[in-house]
């Protein structure tokens, strides 16, 4: 995994080697012996050390799988858990390698560097969506694609992490793409996606989805205006303004974001 200084490893994401060694369709907490080397396989190449393999495989079940069955298990309460230390570990990184930031630079730089997109394409990098366990209907629906899934996946890993081999070893891991994305962000390279970030932040504050809504075409043909508002929450923002329709959308995610972290306005990276 070059991009973030893990091991590489060379395959498809949608039909990966891991798959191929033989995933398993279950349910269960405790992995079988065909489970059990695929987790082997996903250890050496991500780098990782595990002693609990049932606490290992817990990570990767989603909920929808207790949802559509009688086993209560899910991966939720260690997501719980690896996205405090994940903040956490952000947190201590920022603070030590960026000592003449301010808290509110050290804050936006975090929002970015722990977001639903990068900790996605981590999980892609590691193949996590092939460990995922899924319920058939988020399997039909292509969950192993999914953002939030491969986020909360990866979050879950972490607090697996930290429960197998402590703190120290949960630091490492996180440390290894963190430092990246951290450096990534002071050299301006993140072309920031506030459509993304408006939709993660409406998930999680309000449980619900952005709307968009074009209120107005202006202009001639050549040089056409489009106006947007949107919607979060009962609560409207906007008009933007943009030459098409896409560019009005992200500017309108962009005024309702920063209006919704006032002490994160203007301080993201254009």
């Known amino acids: 995994m070059k991009q973030f200084g893990m091991p590489t490893i060379s395959s498809s994401h949608s039909k990966?080697?891991?798959?191929?060694?033989?995933?398993?369709?279950?349910?269960?907490?405790?992995?079988?012996?065909a489970r059990k080397k695929v987790l082997s396989a996903f250890l050496k190449t991500a780098g990782i050390r595990f002693k609990d393999y049932k606490l290992?495989?817990?990570?990767?079940?989603?909920?929808?799988?207790?949802?559509?069955?009688?086993?209560?298990s899910n991966n939720e309460r260690l997501e719980f858990l690896g996205d405090a230390i994940l903040g956490a570990v952000a947190a201590n990184l920022l603070y030590?390698?960026?000592?003449?930031?301010?808290e509110g630079d050290l804050a936006r730089i975090k929002s970015v560097v722990v977001s639903e997109a990068i900790?996605?394409?981590v999980a892609l990098e590691l193949q996590i969506d092939s460990l995922l366990i899924l319920g058939r209907g988020e399997e039909l629906s292509g969950g192993r694609e999914k953002k939030a899934i491969l986020?909360?996946?990866?979050?879950a890993l972490i607090g697996a992490i930290y429960l197998d081999q402590g703190y120290k070893s949960a630091f490492s891991f996180v440390s290894r793409f963190i430092n990246a994305e951290i450096d990534r962000v002071?050299?301006?390279?993140?072309?920031?996606?506030?459509?993304?970030?408006?939709?993660?932040?409406?998930q999680r504050r309000y449980k619900s989805y952005p709307s968009y809504v074009l209120t107005k075409r202006s202009g001639p043909e050549h040089a056409r205006i489009?106006?947007?508002?949107?919607?979060?929450?009962?609560?409207?923002?906007?008009?933007?303004?943009?030459?098409?329709?896409?560019?009005?959308?992200?500017e309108a995610a962009k005024l309702a974001w920063e209006a919704l972290n006032p002490n994160l306005s203007g301080k993201l990276p254009q």
């Not at 390279?189 to 409406?202: I, P, R």
């Not at 489009?226 to 008009?239: K, L, R, S």
Request: one cysteine or more; charged letters at 25%; glycine letters at 6%.
């Open 16 to 33: 990966s080697k891991l798959v191929k060694r033989g995933l398993p369709v279950s349910t269960g907490c405790s992995p079988d012996a």
């Open 56 to 72: 290992l495989n817990l990570s990767f079940m989603h909920r929808s799988v207790s949802n559509e069955s009688n086993n209560k």
């Open 151 to 155: 986020a909360d996946a990866l979050e």
């Open 186 to 202: 002071l050299e301006n390279k993140h072309q920031l996606d506030y459509k993304s970030l408006l939709q993660e932040l409406c």
């Open 119 to 121: 900790l996605s394409a």
């Open 226 to 250: 489009f106006w947007v508002q949107v919607v979060v929450n009962g609560e409207i923002f906007g008009p933007a303004t943009g030459n098409n329709k896409k560019s009005a959308e992200r």
């Open 96 to 102: 030590k390698k960026l000592e003449n930031k301010s």
